[in-house]
Structure formats: C-alpha cells, structure tokens
C-alpha cells in the first residue's frame, strides 16, 4: 500500500519475460541434368531475448550453392562451392551492465525493497539498477560476424592406367568481423523526479578482418587385382597459410550523446592493432591392402611443416596405421551367419600420430616488450622497452600418440548392431621453464623452456548400439551411446617438486578430482561438539550449525595441511545419448535422451549465502531456505549468521560441503509430425514433400542439481549467465 517507503519488488519479473520468440526458414532448390548438378540454399534465423525491452537479440542468415559437373567422356569431374554466413547481434552495454554477467547478478541480487521506478514511472536512480542497464535509453554492443567460403575440386580418372585419379582442390575463407561498444547509461531520477547526471559516454570500436587458404595435390590408385586383392595408394601435398589484421580505436568520457568516433574528445582517443601470419605444409602418403573383404591393413605417412618453429625444426614426421579382421567373413563362422547369431564381427586397432603446433608465433625469436608509456619526462610519455623471456633452443613440435581397439558386431540379421572401443591419447614434448618447477631465477629472470619429460594423458572406452527394425508399415530404430573417459597428468611439468611430493594435492597421477579443499563432516550440533573437536585457524565464535571439517593429517588443528583432492570430477567422464525414431502410415517421432555422468558444481559466494557482505540478502532463492536451526539439523546450508566474518569465515573455505552433483540426463529434443504426401496429398504431383511437425528441445531434466533449481549445463558458479531455454517450434517443411 505504500510502494515508496515499503516496497516489496519482484525484479525477476520486471527484468524479465518467460517466453522469447524466434524463427528460422529455409528456402532449398535443387536440379540439374546427369551431367550438371546444382544446390542452393538460403536461410533466416532470428531470436530474440527474455529481457522485458528485448535489447537483445541475434539474427543469422546463410547462404550456400554447390555445383558438381561431372564430364564422363573425359573422365573429369568439377565441384565448386560458394556459402556465406552473416551473423548479427544486440546486447544492452551501460557503465554498469557490460555483460551478461554483470546484468544477470543485478538482477539476481538487488533488494526486493529497493524500487525500480519513483513515483512517475521514471527509472530510479540506484546503484546498479538493471532495468537502466538494459533499457533502450542505455547504449548497446552490436557484433557483426562476416563469413565467405569457396571451394573448387577437380579430379581426373587418367584413362589409360586403371585406377589412378587425380585431384586438385582448394579452400579459401574470408572473414570481416566487427564490433561496436557505445557504452551509455540512461537517466535515472530520485522519487521525486529530479534526474542523475550519468557516467560520459565511451566509444570502442573493433575490426577484426582474417583470410586464409588451403590447397591440396592428391594422387589416388584404387584397383582390385584376381577379385580378392585390392590396392588403394594416395600421395599428395598440401599447404595452409592464415593472415589477420585487426584494429581497434575508441574514445572517451564524451559530451555529446553521439556514438560515432569523431565527436569523441581527442585528448582520450585510443587505438591499437595487430597483424601476423601462419603458414603450414604438409606431404601425405597412405597405402591400404584389402583381401577379400576380410583382412585390411593401412599405413599413412605426414610430413608436416609449421613457421612457428625456427629453421632446422620446422618440419617432423608423423606416422599411422591400422588393421582389421572381419572375422565373421570366415568359412569357420558360416554357421553363425546364416543363422543371423553374428552377420558381423570385425576386430580392428589402431595407432597413429600428430603433431602439434600449438605455441605462440616467433617464439624462436628474442624479442623485446614495448611499453607505450614507459617514461614520463617533461611532461609526456615516452615508449620503453624492456627484454623478453629467453628463448629455449627446444622449441619444436609436440607430438600425441593415439592408440585405438574396438570390434564392429551385428546380429538377427543386421536388425541388431553395435561396437566397442578403447581409446588411449598421449601427449608429450611439453615445453616448460625450471623456474617454475625447481630452481630460483639465478640471472634475474625466468630461464629459458625446456623439452620436459611432460606427458599428459586421455583414455577411456566407447559403446554403440543400435536395434533397427520394420514390420509392416511400422518401423522403428532405437540407439544408445556411452563415453567414459579419463584425463590426466603421468607427469605434469608444470608442478613444482614440492607440491609433486604431496600424494594428496599433486596432479600428476590424479584422476577424477574437482580442486583442493577441505573435507567436511556436517555441521557441529553443540557447543560441547565445538570445544572437543579440531577447529579451523582463525575460526571463531563458533556454535552449532557451523561446518565441522576433518583433520585430516591429525594433529589436532585444521589448517591448509589437511586440504587435499576432493570431489568427484570439474567435468563429466562420462556422457551418453539415447535416440529413438519411429515412423508409421506418415506419422513420425523423433526423440532424443542426453545425459553426462558425476560432474562437481561449486556453490559460488552467493548462493552459498554470503549476499549479506556485500549488501545483499543471504537468501535470495527458495532453496536457500533450507538453513540449520536446532529443528533442522540435516539443512542444506549452515545457520545463518549475521556476516560471514562472524565466525572468521569458518563455513565459506574451500571445501567439499559446497559441492553439487550435476550429473544428469535430459530430453534434449522431441519432434512429433506428420508427412501430408503419404495420404492426404499422394494424388497431387507438383508437391514433393510435406510434413508438419511439433519440436521441443530441453524438455525434461533429471539431476540432483534439480532441488537447487541449478541447470547442470550452466558453468557460473552464481548463475550469472543467461539461463538454458526450453524451446518448442513448429515446422513446415514442402517441396516442389
């Protein structure tokens, strides 16, 4: 009844709407002879945001032809192709809200007895209002991403030796992005309606323009020799080269409301630039044997060529090869296949190798730092130089090794199929200083990389399998998948040896961890709990419903010794998919289930309930109801207290208490439709297609992380994100 003194405003719901439109439409058209073949396509997408003033929104548009001509007489054929892709987008930019992050934790944390707007409907003139923020009065962030790609192949099939083509191909991509920061925020005013002076202005401007090209030289021999022989060889060599050139100018603290650069005061202008370039080559060789169908065999050769190596290092040689055995093309397993036991059972493993290129151009190369404004002499700054990091005489490629073994199977006559594999990746040739790791900086700066006996590693199995079936008009496929995985340090030459002589905090070796912390045992339910159990340094005034850790080395005080590794993982090791699709008299569904296995969320300050020390609330969502009173002993948070320094910050170290399983599994997408060309329109010639279908995507969650009302997708540890959307649409797809 009295908005102004007692408030009681629901910013969620005046920031924000539950529903956000968007389209997308697609125009394909398709024809040609035997001899040409043409495909066009166009495309439209457009969403828009669940913010009320909908400041923010994105549209794309795609563009793609492919032509293929194909010469039979001459035995040449020509593929060409040309797509474009524009991409434009709106976000809200204020001196308060410059991201998503920034505006969402606003919108999250303001007071339900602040209010948004004074008596006259005017915006209210509060600290981090974030309905200023993403109002239209305040300025924007337009991107513009620019991308054109062309293709053009040609392949010969020399007439007089059997099996030889040749091809030719070649990539070029062009791409001209830019970005425009006019950073404004709007008026606000008091209760009464007088308005703020705000925040000038500024202007950024970004420009990032990139091409790039490859080309490729292929020779190819396929033949079959006595039926059961067949030879396949390629040799060819390929080039890759990658320019960029980019800028970036801007001004500032402008008195004018004009967001272009000239009315900028010139005493703030900035502007900076950077171009460079990246060449790569390569030979490639490969010969494959296969007899029979039965026993194949493969073996490939790269010799590859990088220009962030220095001459004499610039080129490594990388191998691969590969067998199978299709066991089940035997003469012994012909029982088995006629009986449809086993139509396919194929045995394979793999090895190959890749190298890497992955550091920072020149780096071979000593260099020197430039520092605009290194001296101030007279009264103007002057630019300075200082020395660069040494340069390590070991700079060249890393190399990782995969190794591969799996089995393909099919049975009940093919309706039944699947495949297992284990995968193993390792990595080596890390550079590292052993400043980092082992020494002092003896000559005042870090000393030079060198080639580490480093060595990282990812291994893990994979699992497929497929039931396909059709009786009557009815046919169904159903399909599963699961991925698990390991990722970790054999050595990390990162490490320092102290920490590598901690079995309980090193990283090399450890698998499956979130960080270091503390390891916690509920809460104290006593004070008689308080004075006879190890307490945390610098803990005090602590009382029941406070966290309790372990001593972990037991000495009887918990301090930074009795952190080690704890959780389950920062990232799923396992993930999997489930996908069903059926199809009856027109009808059809398509469904699919995504999960991932343990993956540790970690409460971040707020929602762990430390609002208050930041002029917050301590209980900003339902969930964070849930605190220990002497009725409530098994809460999901500690008692509530005043400040979290009250207890010298007792409940918020780092510990596995804040730590939430959001493993999960999801109905990623539902698509329910009918084809009208199986019945309604069969006798209408001119149309060759036509459905209507009804989709859904992010439909259903399952997760613990469901009770905290936390997506398990979402990574900011205070949901300071744009929220995962459920989306439904309805499709019409038609053809002529």
């Given at each position: 009844s009295d908005p102004h003194h007692y408030p009681n405003v629901d910013w969620q719901k005046l920031a924000m709407n539950t529903f956000a439109p968007e389209q997308?439409?697609?125009?394909?058209?398709?024809?040609?002879?035997?001899?040409?073949?043409?495909?066009?396509?166009?495309?439209?997408?457009?969403?828009?945001?669940?913010y009320k003033n909908n400041t923010n929104n994105?549209?794309?548009?795609?563009?793609?032809?492919?032509?293929?001509?194909?010469?039979?007489?001459?035995?040449?054929?020509?593929?060409?192709?040309?797509?474009?892709?524009?991409?434009?987008?709106?976000?809200?930019?204020?001196?308060?809200?410059?991201?998503?992050?920034?505006?969402?934790?606003?919108?999250?944390?303001?007071?339900?007895?602040?209010?948004?707007?004074?008596q006259y409907g005017q915006l209210n003139n509060i600290p981090d209002n974030p309905l200023a923020e993403i109002s239209p009065e305040a300025g924007y962030s337009k991107g513009e991403i620019a991308t054109v790609k062309a293709n053009m192949g040609l392949e010969w099939t020399v007439p007089w030796v059997a099996g030889l083509r040749l091809k030719a191909l070649g990539n070029y991509r062009l791409t001209a992005d830019r970005q425009k920061d006019w950073k404004k925020s709007p008026v606000m005013y008091d209760w009464d309606g007088n308005p703020n002076t705000p925040s000038k202005p500024s202007l950024e401007k970004n420009y990032w323009n990139m091409s790039e090209y490859t080309v490729q030289a292929f020779a190819n021999y396929d033949r079959t020799f006595n039926v059961v022989h067949t030879v396949s060889a390629t040799a060819g060599i390929e080039a890759n080269k990658?320019?960029?050139?980019?800028?970036?100018?801007?001004?500032?603290?402008?008195?004018?409301d004009v967001d272009q650069i000239n009315p900028g005061p010139v005493a703030t202008a900035t502007n900076s630039s950077a171009e460079g370039t990246r060449a790569r080559a390569g030979l490639v060789a490969h010969l494959k044997y296969d007899y029979a169908s039965k026993y194949v065999v493969e073996g490939s050769m790269r010799y590859d060529g990088s220009d962030n190596f220095p001459k004499g290092k610039r080129w490594g040689v990388f191998y691969a090869g590969s067998a199978a055995w299709v066991i089940s093309e035997e003469s012994f397993w012909k029982n088995l296949k006629d009986r449809h036991i086993l139509d396919l059972f194929k045995i394979r493993a793999s090895?190959?190798?890749?190298?890497?290129?992955?550091?920072?151009?020149?780096?071979?190369?000593?260099?020197?730092?430039?520092?605009?404004?290194?001296?101030?002499?007279?009264?103007?700054?002057?630019?300075?130089?200082?020395?660069?990091?040494?340069?390590?005489?070991?700079?060249?490629?890393?190399?990782?090794?995969?190794?591969?073994?799996?089995?393909?199977?099919?049975?009940?006559?093919?309706?039944?199929?699947?495949?297992?594999?284990?995968?193993?990746?390792?990595?080596?040739?890390?550079?590292?200083?052993?400043?980092?790791?082992?020494?002092?900086?003896?000559?005042?700066?870090?000393?030079?990389?060198?080639?580490s006996d480093g060595e990282s590693i990812r291994q893990g199995g994979e699992f497929i399998v497929q039931w396909k079936e059709k009786r009557g008009d009815f046919e169904y496929a159903i399909g599963a998948n699961f991925t698990y995985f390991d990722s970790f340090w054999m050595n990390n030459p990162y490490e320092a040896e102290t920490d590598l002589k901690n079995?309980?905090?090193?990283?090399?070796?450890?698998?499956?961890?979130?960080?270091?912390?503390?390891?916690?045992?509920?809460?104290?339910?006593?004070?008689?709990?308080?004075?006879?159990?190890?307490?945390?340094?610098?803990?005090?005034?602590?009382?029941?419903?406070?966290?309790?850790?372990?001593?972990?080395?037991?000495?009887?005080?918990?301090?930074?010794?009795?952190?080690?590794?704890?959780?389950?993982?920062?990232?799923?090791?396992?993930?999997?998919?489930?996908?069903?699709?059926?199809?009856?008299?027109?009808?059809?569904?398509?469904?699919?289930?995504?999960?991932?296995?343990?993956?540790?969320?970690?409460?971040?300050?707020?929602?762990?309930?430390?609002?208050?020390?930041?002029?917050?609330?301590?209980?900003?969502?339902?969930?964070?109801?849930?605190?220990?009173?002497?009725?409530?002993?098994?809460?999901?948070?500690?008692?509530?207290?005043?400040?979290?320094?009250?207890?010298?910050?007792?409940?918020?170290?780092?510990?596995?208490?804040?730590?939430?399983?959001?493993?999960?599994?999801?109905?990623?997408?539902?698509?329910?439709?009918?084809?009208?060309?199986?019945?309604?329109?069969?006798?209408?010639?001119?149309?060759?297609?036509?459905?209507?279908?009804l989709s859904g995507y992010n439909l259903l969650t399952f997760s613990e992380s469901n009770k905290y009302d936390i997506d398990p997708e979402i990574g900011n540890t205070n949901l300071y994100t744009y929220p995962v959307s459920r989306v439904y649409s309805i499709s019409f797809n038609i053809g002529f």
């Open positions: 997308r439409h697609t125009l394909t058209v398709t024809g040609g002879s035997e001899k040409v073949k043409a495909y066009t396509s166009f495309s439209y997408y457009d969403q828009q945001s669940i994105l549209q794309r548009y795609n563009y793609r032809t492919n032509l293929i001509a194909d010469f039979k007489e001459v035995g040449v054929k020509v593929t060409s192709g040309i797509e474009g892709y524009l991409t434009k987008s709106r976000e809200p930019l204020s001196t308060t809200g410059g991201d998503y992050g920034s505006v969402w934790s606003h919108i999250q944390n303001k007071l339900p007895w602040e209010n948004a707007y004074n990658y320019m960029y050139d980019n800028a970036t100018l801007g001004r500032k603290e402008y008195l004018l090895y190959g190798e890749i190298g890497l290129d992955d550091i920072s151009a020149y780096s071979y190369l000593q260099s020197y730092n430039l520092d605009e404004r290194g001296y101030l002499l007279g009264g103007k700054f002057y630019p300075g130089f200082s020395e660069g990091n040494l340069v390590s005489k070991d700079i060249s490629w890393y190399t990782t090794r995969s190794t591969n073994v799996g089995l393909d199977f099919a049975s009940l006559d093919n309706r039944l199929s699947g495949s297992v594999e284990y995968f193993r990746m390792s990595t080596k040739g890390y550079l590292t200083s052993p400043s980092n790791v082992a020494y002092t900086d003896p000559l005042g700066t870090s000393l030079p990389q060198v080639k079995p309980y905090k090193r990283t090399t070796h450890a698998k499956g961890y979130w960080g270091i912390g503390y390891e916690s045992l509920g809460y104290y339910q006593s004070q008689e709990d308080v004075m006879n159990s190890p307490k945390r340094q610098n803990s005090v005034n602590l009382g029941a419903g406070d966290i309790k850790y372990y001593d972990f080395n037991g000495d009887g005080i918990i301090d930074g010794n009795d952190q080690h590794r704890i959780g389950k993982n920062s990232s799923p090791r396992g993930q999997y998919g489930i996908s069903i699709d059926l199809n009856y008299k027109g009808w059809f569904m398509n469904m699919l289930w995504q999960g991932a296995t343990s993956k540790d969320f970690y409460f971040g300050d707020k929602l762990q309930g430390q609002g208050s020390d930041y002029g917050y609330l301590s209980v900003i969502y339902d969930f964070q109801r849930d605190v220990w009173t002497p009725d409530n002993r098994n809460a999901k948070f500690p008692r509530l207290r005043s400040t979290s320094k009250y207890n010298g910050s007792n409940n918020y170290g780092s510990s596995d208490f804040w730590l939430v399983n959001t493993g999960y599994i999801r109905l990623k997408s539902l698509n329910i439709g009918y084809d009208l060309k199986h019945k309604v329109l069969k006798r209408v010639p001119w149309i060759t297609k036509c459905d209507v279908s």
